[in-house]
């Protein structure tokens, strides 16, 4: 089955730029997509197609794709984008979808 | 108001079935596929079901096919998710969420626990 792998956590200082990898297992790879989920609330979409930015999401948050890889990057990070951020594909049909394991950021 | 709202978890015994319902309001539900995912306590998303608009492609995560049945009435807005013969392993707070390039819109989830 296709897997999606993430670091497990991400540290940062705020102010500084916190870039969270995603690496697909296999090509070829679909559209990526990323959310930010905080404790006790569901999902929301920061990135779609692998570096568009849907509206109201701060300009901050970036993504970018290479091979099988793809990066959300956030710029400048503030204390309340500490969350657990999620990528998302599907496999080579787009009939079977996959959310990485999830990655923890930390603001310190 | 656009939104998705979930309803119909619970516990329920090992073995046992529930059925989960998700309604739409506030866009043309019918002209959107959809999706169920959940999350078991303290763990990360799991996609579990897709249907597509006019519910003919119908698509399920290995872990629950031919367990769990995805369906939706485009004219009550309503997409739904039959649960049987659940396992422990099956506890997790479900999401319907709306499909398109990229998810935009889900609900707030609703909890199933399966538990003797």
């Known amino acids: 089955s296709y897997e999606l792998t993430q670091p497990p956590s991400v540290s940062v200082s705020p102010g500084q730029t916190a870039r969270i990898t995603c690496s697909a297992d296999a090509l070829p790879k679909q559209y990526a997509y990323w959310y930010q989920q905080k404790p006790g609330q569901a999902p929301v979409l920061v990135i779609y197609?692998?570096?568009e930015r849907p509206s109201g999401i701060p300009e901050r948050f970036s993504g970018s794709s290479s091979g099988t890889a793809v990066t959300l990057t956030i710029t400048g990070v503030q204390a309340e984008d500490e969350a657990d951020y999620y990528c998302q594909s599907a496999d080579s049909r787009g009939t079977y979808w996959v959310f990485g394991g999830g990655t923890k950021l930390t603001v310190l | 108001e656009v939104q998705l709202v979930e309803s119909g978890g619970g516990l329920v015994k090992p073995g046992g079935s529930l059925r989960l319902s998700c309604a739409g309001s506030?866009?043309?539900?019918?002209?959107?596929?959809m999706n169920w995912v959940r999350q078991a306590p303290g763990k990360g998303l799991e996609w579990v079901s897709s249907i597509s608009s006019r519910s003919n492609y119908i698509y399920y995560a290995d872990s629950v096919q031919g367990r769990f049945t995805i369906s939706r009435d485009n004219a009550k807005n309503s997409l739904y998710l039959q649960m049987n013969s659940l396992r422990a392993e099956d506890t997790a707070v479900f999401y319907c969420?709306?499909?398109?390039?990229?998810?935009?819109?889900w609900g707030r989830g609703t909890l199933v626990t399966v538990s003797s």
């Open positions: 506030g866009f043309t539900f019918s002209s959107y596929n």
């Open positions: 197609k692998d570096s």
């Open positions: 969420a709306r499909g398109g390039s990229g998810w935009y819109l």
